[in-house]
């Protein structure tokens, strides 16, 4: 009823950047809050940061100065732009969404993830 789909991920060296996109599509009546998480091997997964409706930001600081979140309304997208990136942001990059769907039940989703390797 509702899905995630995210664009974007690859190989990139230290120092450069990668966007990664996730668009929502389905029975959507509003989306709530947004947010990017990643997960490296043997670890945990991490919030990398996540943006409300309204545009307000917030960001783990490992990423915070070189990472930021956008998103359009209109497209249902949430945006991650990743500069100056370096080794250990090499993971597993998953979108997550806050969704009211057309039911008016409330529910998170996520996207299948897509794989960011920083290496020279």
């Known amino acids: 009823q509702v899905q995630l789909v995210e664009s974007g991920g690859g190989l990139v060296q230290p120092g450069g950047s990668l966007s990664l996109s996730c668009a929502a599509s389905?029975?959507?009546?509003?989306?709530?809050?947004m947010a990017w998480y990643r997960q490296a091997p043997g670890k945990q997964r991490e919030l990398v940061g996540k943006i409300t409706s309204e545009g307000s930001t917030n960001y783990a600081d490992s990423v915070k100065g070189r990472f930021t979140i956008s998103r359009d309304n209109a497209k249902n997208t949430v945006y991650l732009q990743m500069s100056s990136l370096k080794p250990e942001d090499t993971a597993v990059y998953y979108c997550n969404a806050a969704i009211v769907t057309s039911r008016g039940t409330w529910s998170s989703y996520w996207g299948q993830g897509t794989q960011v390797t920083v290496s020279s």
């Open positions: 389905g029975s959507i009546s509003s989306i709530k809050d």
